[in-house]
């Protein structure tokens, strides 16, 4: 499994407003970037996993999507050049 530099490690507004005043919400974003750090893609198809398993090698940009609830997700976005990795709602994306 090859490794990968997550860069500078950013949410937006609102997750960080969530992250604030949900502890539970904070935990599943905590372990969730995690997971992503040890290439757990989360909630994605086999197919999307495949290609950010591709991407870590070749050095392009990663997506992943980890499910909180129903109707709460968080996207986990790190950029091909590695300098930025963003935290976001999928509305934000």
């Keep these: 499994m090859a490794e990968f530099e997550l860069g500078r490690t950013v949410m937006t507004n ?31 198809c086999e197919e999307d996993k495949e290609l950010n398993d591709a991407a870590v090698r070749d050095g392009e940009q990663i997506v992943a999507l980890y499910k909180y609830s129903d109707d709460v997700s968080i996207y986990i976005i790190t950029e091909s050049d590695r300098s930025v990795t963003t935290i976001c709602f999928p509305y934000e994306r």
């Design 14 to 44: 609102e997750v960080c407003y969530r992250r604030i005043t949900d502890k539970d919400f904070d935990y599943f974003m905590t372990n969730s970037l995690k997971k992503y750090q040890k290439q757990d893609w989360g909630d994605i």
